[in-house]
């Protein structure tokens, strides 16, 4: 499988945003599909999951209730809608999937988020 990330952009403080992962290729049920990020100076962070089969989702303390993982099985796209964003959510966004949360061996190549104050 292959991935690619879109939607990346300049916004301002509060405002939100919609990031897209097309997969191409076959996708197991029971594959975690993440987003990751690596914001300037800092090392990667996970974001959140989302179970491709079930859809269960799953988000780091950073971002619960701000952020919003869901997928499109049909059009086998992983969509991270972020909303009040903050300076500190300025990053590189990856999409990623691998067999379980966090241990991803496909990545896509990244899109950039840059939240102004």
């Known amino acids: 499988v292959q991935l690619q990330a879109s939607g990346g952009g300049l916004v301002q403080a509060g405002d939100s945003l919609r990031l897209s992962c097309a997969a191409s290729?076959?996708?197991?049920?029971?594959?975690?599909m993440g987003w990751v990020r690596q914001g300037p100076g800092k090392e990667r962070e996970f974001v959140g999951n989302i179970r491709w089969g079930a859809g269960t989702t799953y988000y780091s303390e950073a971002v619960k209730g701000r952020f919003t993982i869901s997928r499109d099985k049909g059009e086998k796209k992983v969509y991270l809608q972020m909303g009040d964003l903050k300076p500190e959510d300025t990053a590189v966004y990856y999409c990623?999937?691998?067999?379980?949360?966090?241990?991803?061996?496909?990545w896509g190549q990244g899109t950039l988020v840059t939240v102004s104050s």
């Open positions: 990623a999937a691998g067999v379980s949360i966090g241990d991803y061996t496909v």
């Open positions: 290729g076959r996708i197991f049920s029971s594959w975690s």
